[in-house]
């Protein structure tokens, strides 16, 4: 960014904020919008946040960051609540279903035909808001210019909150006992009126548990493809920026969009997890603000719009850090990307307990069977929450086969996916592989770089991973996701194999010890070009919060974690988001909401694995109490996995809704 991206944050446009407007829909369906419309004689572009996370309560502070700021610029800025959440109308029973499309575009032709509108449209948003701008940018509509994509997947499959490689992560769970309590939560009736209530019942009667749907879907068939703008790449016709972080898995949909579409996506990754990196942890955090209004400006106030002169991709190039379940800030450095595919490979052959240059002896190899490897793991996506980073991974390499570069002469500087290609027996295929590439320090300790887990059975069907089977030998290969890492000379590589990853992925139903055949295994590093990557220049610092603060935050205490070794032969970890408080001024309006993680491992098959979320969310208002609590439990049994789910709503301490349910799932492997 220059200094005259800098230098827009000064000029300032008075702004008018309506607090509520209903935008119907053509089946009658009112959806509701928060409002932020600069004073000016003019029409201006417009700028569309839209997503399920209550406008008038959840995420209300953030949006109070991004849209007044973008309105003193002179943008007209909205942020609706999709149907069946917040203040909207209608029922909302899965993620990225077609009518929620829908929704977004007839939201998008409604702004273009308002008097303040010029016409052009911008869409913002992070995670499921920066992928719904992706998912609308597919043969987006005319008034749809620009879109900028925080935190978003192209991939429901294999790089969303659900699946990776073919296995369940338990994520799943936890956002399955998350978002129907947010979707149980009432409407407002300051905003939407004396109905209110009426419309809260009914919104009760449509509940659903979306994560049954998303446990039975074991394959990646026409549900996951919906909305995974991976497989319509060519059909993206409006500019994107992508952003994503290191700490957040949901990065690895950044290098494939600039690399399918150099033409129209520009990317940056920085070092945190599933944030705005305005708020990045780990930081340095950067000023999206301002990030965001050079693209707009660019792409909706710009009479003949050209993409800025912009490298194609701004990574932190990440390297050692001394690992902890918490860090403020990363080590590295930003590096400008100008060429949008790897063109240079290191190989190291696997050996017996070595990476290989120069090649190796042909063996087998067993990978242990040991439910504890994966405890080092930490969090996917370091989801809001203080902590989760992968913590010092020498408990787990002890867990797993490894692989030990010897210390590096030179320093290696890794841009890009690595590819690992090991060979396996045709006739006994492993039923769950963590693999991981870990850079340890002269002292010993192991930090991790990047990782992936996979079940060969979905070999044919996953773009992380391929199957190739010659005589009785098969040789699989499997991509990790891409980064930007350098190496220190005098470090080592390590390439880790384990056979399971509790509690981060639900195991295989038969853990069985699994053998790897060295002949042709082999790792494929991606080299840094230097010629094509140059040091870049700082980013916008983060912008100041608003000097009035109109909301109060009290916590009873920070996340606490627990994780104890292996007792009677059970491993039990978990993790508890204690109450958190926010009282919001303007709105008279206090919310709380706690979590808890509670995780279970055994060798007895009656009760071997096990895994429990609780979500409560409490929402007071001047009327009363609304109290939700969702509980997501999954288990496996002698033949098959059961997932329960219960939630229960009550207003003023009177249940108003119950409801249960049970289902078989699918053993995984």
Known sequence: MTTQDEERVSAHYRVREIEHQWIEMPDGVRLSARLWLPESEQPVPAILEIIPYRKRDLTRIRDERNHPCFAAH????????????????????????????????????????????????????????????LQAAVDAPGPLKAVIANCATIDRFEDDIHWMGGCVLTDTL????????????????????????????????????????WLRRTERDRYWRRGSVRFEMDRLNCPILAIGGWSDRYSNSVMPLVQARPDICRGIVGPWGHHYPDQGEPGPAIGFQALALAWWDCWLKSGAPAMPDWPLMRLWRREFDPPEDRLRERNGLWIDVDQPVQTASRRFHLAAGRLSVAGAADCALKIPVDMAHGQC???????????????????????????????????????????????????????QLACRLCDVDPDGQSNLITRMIVNPEHGEELACMRLTRSGGQSHLGITFPGTAYRIAAGHRLRLAIGSSYWPLIWPAGERRESTI??????????????????????????????????????????????????????????????????????????????????????????????????????????????????????????????????????????ELASLTSEIPCPQQG
């Open 174 to 213: 936890e956002w399955g006992a998350t978002l129907p309590a947010i979707l149980a939560a009432p409407p407002d009736e300051a905003t939407t009126g004396d109905g209110w209530f009426n419309a809260w019942r009914q919104r009760l009667r449509n509940l659903r548990f979306p994560q049954e749907t």
């Open 517 to 654: 055949l060295t002949s042709g295994s082999a790792l494929l590093l991606p080299l840094q070009p230097s010629e094509h990557c140059l040091p870049g220049d700082p980013f916008p610092p983060p912008q100041a919060p608003p000097d009035e603060q109109r909301y109060r935050i009290t916590s009873v205490g920070p996340l606490q974690r627990k994780c104890a070794g292996p007792t009677d032969g059970m491993l039990r970890n978990g993790w508890q988001q204690p109450a958190a408080t926010t009282e919001l001024k303007d709105t008279h309006t206090v919310f709380t909401g706690e979590t808890v993680a509670e995780f279970t491992a055994g060798s007895d098959p009656g009760h071997a694995v096990g895994c429990v979320f609780t979500h409560s969310l409490n929402i007071q208002r001047p009327s009363g109490l609304a109290a939700i609590a969702c509980r997501v439990s999954m288990r496996e049994l002698p033949d098959d996995v059961k997932c329960e789910s219960t939630i229960t709503v009550s207003w003023n301490g009177e």
């Open 74 to 133: 002179g943008y007209a800025c909205l942020r609706v609540d999709m149907r069946g959440s917040g203040d909207s109308e209608g029922a909302m029973h899965d993620m990225y279903t077609p009518p929620e499309l829908s929704d977004t575009r007839h939201v998008i032709d409604w702004i273009a035909r308002q008097n303040w509108c010029s016409g052009r449209v911008g869409m913002f948003g992070t995670s499921w808001g920066g992928t719904a701008g």
């Open 377 to 431: 793991a930490g969090d996917t996506g370091y989801f809001g929450r203080s902590g989760g980073l992968p913590l010092e991974q020498s408990p787990d390499d002890a867990r797993a086969l490894c692989f030990d570069s010897d210390p590096l002469d030179h320093e290696l500087c890794v841009l890009g996916q690595a590819e690992l290609i090991i060979g396996v027996n045709a006739d006994a295929l492993p039923t």
